[in-house]
């Protein structure tokens, strides 16, 4: 059991480790070092999260409790807990930033040490918030994240403007305000904020008069949980919050933080209300919207990042389906594709950064014929692309195929045919974008590029093997669900 | 007791509508302090002791002083504020939703029948610095978390060597 | 009376306050009123905490959520003018409309 013990705790005390042992260092040491530690942590969080799946089913257990310097058998004491669904969710994390490590080997080249800090930070902020078993913790580590994200995309303030960061604020307050006030009315009702006391507290039914504090606080939670994922119709900071950040910072915003901040929040929403249906419709309903709004904006978009700033903005709305379902085979579909959005994802950001480097610019109109010049990004560029739109044998198929499925058993035909049908217009804008950067005519100012090297390159191979190995080994893993119970 | 209690409340909503309609950024400031003040009273009286000691301490003290240290570090005449703003014209939409909200919100109060609970009797048998320090431990991690973040947000942000 | 009852007025007078801030923080062309925007709407939220903790007996847990949350948003605050200051330094002036470049 110590195993699992030390595995659990470390998920908090390494990240902090790690921050104590960066300020400590003298400023030249720290600063060569520094961006290492941090690759290092996110390597130690991966190997954990696999080790402690693999424990936790061979032990047979749901859950593991554990607390942290603190006596969790008190009556009334929180603790924090990990299940399985939550460690598969921290290997993201960790995989995400160790991509984000990688490329901010090469893209970052002053202020090392606060971004290594901040990282570790929105690590810690991040791996809190799926193994809290409280929903008023589950707030204070959403507001870790949003204050560390926001001052990482206005922290390299020499590049570009800081619009997207003003609106990522204001937004993201919006948020906290909503948040907290549907926290207030649930409290009014139930005595505290766990959630099995919240569990219990609701299946024993309650007079009518106190069911409208619950609904007007499942409103305002949906509310502000959907500004911090980025569905429509609270999607307008996430554009421009992508284009201003750094692109390190870019893939950590798109490939974990939406999905932590917002996915992982409304699990616990659906988890906690079972028997209030209306949930499910309103997640359905934001799921199309925003697949089709985020697929149209895309199209008529002319910088790199934004159209892959609204493509995440379509593929959470895949993700808000699967969870709208509310059986299990739409949730491990939305895991699946979390997981995939952020190989992709990171495998696209990772691409735009190799561009920038070496061309200086991201206006896809001004690029062209890229691909005999730079064939590794290109065809990583292509291997990404084709799993978003979920063509088989990439990975993006499988996870899109379990979410129609659950949506076709549960009834709701015409959303898994409106899904089915927006892989097209997926495939429509990554194939404008992909003509118009990588293939066609050279101009005569890149005849000398060169491909990118080092990290970023090293990002790309990675990526790329990592879409079409998880492609191909996807039965194998439905098959090891199977046998476990779960589907 | 409900007299104190209400009139607290009234100048909680007189203070926080000026501190938003105000255009100098000062009073703006010092609106917001007297509405933290009756905020402290209204939560003394409902019995949250300490929260009360916390809110005059922190949101009247400390805020009004990150608010003036950070006008002062932008400091604009104050004719040229007002022609450049326009706040006044903005904000002045904002009496007449309070009032449409209001009446609202009454009406909705008196048909809807929603049976508020009463004030029941304290059920814990512990003290605030018992529920703090032993059932949430896990938000005391946060904020230190959130304190070390925040330091850390500070240091990038007022580095002065990069400033052209 | 019955509209007028204790509760009802709590609840009034903070979902007007809530109303007061929001409005505040989308409207503003000042840096630093998005900050005032923020705080008035964190009284109204004390302020729902609080209520709750005295109606249903709880009130030394409503008082260590109050606590916290106060704690946080000196934080958010200050990280705010931070990033207020320092776009004074870079453009000359507090007003938004400086910043609004981007499109699309």
Same mark, same amino acid.
């Given at each position: ?37 941090a ?13 402690d799946?693999?424990?936790l ?19 009334g ?23 984000s ?13 606060s ?15 799926v193994?809290?078993?409280?929903l ?15 001052v ?75 500004v ?36 992982y ?10 028997n209030?249906?209306a ?14 709004t985020g ?14 700033a ?12 699967g ?11 939305a ?6 959005h952020?190989t ?63 949506l ?17 217009l ?9 003509k ?5 005519k ?31 080994c996807?039965p =194998? ?11 | ?43 003394y ?10 809110e005059i ?17 932008s ?8 022609k ?27 048909t ?20 703090l320090?032993?059932?949430?431990q ?13 330091a ?11 400033w052209? | ?11 009034i ?33 004390? =302020? ?12 030394d ?22 990033i ?11 007003d ?9």
């Amino acid at each position: 059991m110590s195993v699992m013990a030390y595995i659990a705790v470390s998920f908090l005390v390494v990240p902090l480790i790690i921050i104590v042992i960066i300020n400590l260092l003298s400023r030249k040491t720290a600063e060569r070092v520094g961006i290492y530690l941090a690759g290092a942590c996110a390597v130690i969080q991966m190997a954990a999260s696999i080790t402690d799946f693999f424990l936790l089913s061979a032990n047979h257990l749901h859950e593991y409790k554990f607390a942290l310097l603190w006596n969790m058998e008190k009556e009334g004491a929180e603790h924090f807990g990990v299940t399985s669904l939550s460690l598969v969710i921290l290997f993201c994390i960790g995989f995400v930033s160790f991509i984000s490590v990688l490329i901010a080997l090469r893209t970052i080249d002053k202020r090392k040490i606060s971004y290594v800090n901040l990282l570790m930070t929105l690590v810690l902020g991040m791996n809190g918030m799926v193994i809290v078993t409280d929903l008023f913790s589950l707030y204070v580590f959403l507001e870790i994240v949003g204050i560390s994200s926001f001052v990482l995309i206005a922290m390299f303030h020499s590049r570009v403007d800081l619009e997207g960061a003003l609106k990522y604020l204001v937004m993201s307050a919006l948020a906290s305000i909503f948040i907290l006030t549907g926290l207030s009315f649930i409290f009014i009702k139930t005595g505290s904020l766990q959630y099995s006391q919240i569990i219990q507290d609701l299946h024993g039914g309650g007079d009518g008069s106190m069911q409208t504090f619950i609904y007007a606080a499942i409103i305002l939670l949906i509310a502000g949980f959907a500004v911090k994922t980025g569905a429509v119709p609270f999607h307008s900071w996430l554009p421009d919050a992508h284009q201003s950040a750094d692109t390190a910072v870019s893939v950590l915003l798109s490939g974990i933080v939406i999905k932590v901040a917002g996915i992982y929040s409304f699990i616990v929403l659906t988890g906690l209300f079972e028997n209030v249906p209306a949930i499910n419709m309103t997640l359905a309903i934001m799921g199309i919207v925003s697949i089709i709004t985020g697929a149209l904006l895309a199209l008529r978009q002319t910088h790199f990042k934004r159209i892959v700033a609204y493509s995440s903005v379509s593929q959470m709305g895949y993700i808000l389906l699967g969870i709208s379902t509310g059986s299990t085979l739409g949730l491990v579909g939305a895991v699946a594709h979390i997981f995939n959005h952020a190989t992709f994802k990171s495998a696209l950001f990772a691409n735009a950064a190799a561009l920038h480097e070496q061309t200086g610019t991201l206006e896809i109109d001004e690029m062209g014929g890229l691909q005999s010049r730079m064939p590794v990004t290109g065809f990583s560029n292509i291997a990404a692309f084709l799993s978003t739109a979920g063509i088989p044998p990439f990975a993006g198929f499988w996870s899109k195929l379990l979410i129609i499925m659950a949506l076709w058993n549960g009834g709701l035909r015409v959303f898994a045919g409106i899904a089915l049908f927006s892989s097209i217009l997926t495939a429509a804008y990554f194939l404008r974008m992909q003509k118009k950067v990588f293939f066609g005519k050279v101009p005569d100012k890149y005849a000398e590029l060169k491909e990118i090297g080092g990290s970023i390159k090293f990002a790309e191979i990675i990526l790329t093997i990592v879409i079409i190995g998880a492609g191909v080994c996807f039965p =194998l893993a439905l098959v090891y669900l199977k046998g476990r119970g779960i589907l | 007791m409900t007299a104190i209690i209400y009139t607290c409340l009234g100048l909680m909503l007189v203070f926080g509508v000026m501190a938003v309609m105000l255009h100098s950024m000062t009073k703006s400031a010092i609106a917001l302090a007297a509405a933290s003040a009756a905020l402290g009273v209204v939560l003394y009286e409902m019995g949250a002791v300490w929260s009360a000691l916390l809110e005059i301490s922190v949101c009247s003290g400390l805020v009004t002083v990150i608010f003036i240290s950070a006008i002062s570090l932008s400091n604009m005449d104050k004719k040229e504020l007002e022609k450049v703003y326009e706040d006044k014209k903005r904000m002045s939409l904002l009496p007449v939703i309070l009032i449409i909200s209001g009446v609202v919100l009454v009406i909705a109060a008196t048909t809807a029948g929603v049976q508020l609970p009463q004030a029941s009797a304290v059920k814990d048998a512990g003290d605030l610095r018992e529920i703090l320090w032993n059932n949430r431990q896990a938000d005391i991690w946060g904020l230190i978390i959130i304190m070390i973040t925040g330091a850390a947000a500070v240091s990038v942000l007022f580095r002065e060597s990069d400033w052209k | 009376m019955n509209a007028f009852g204790f509760g009802n007025i709590v609840l009034i007078i903070g979902f007007l306050l809530i109303i007061a801030g929001c409005y505040c923080l989308i409207r503003t062309y000042h840096l630093l009123k998005i900050i005032i925007g923020i705080e008035v709407a964190m009284k109204a939220v004390t =302020l729902f905490f609080t209520y709750a903790g005295y109606v249903n007996g709880h009130i030394d847990l409503a008082q260590a959520f109050v606590i916290i949350s106060i704690v946080i948003e000196v934080v958010v605050a200050v990280v705010a003018a931070g990033i207020a200051i320092n776009l004074y330094r870079k453009y000359g002036s507090m007003d938004i409309r400086n910043l609004m470049k981007l499109k699309g």
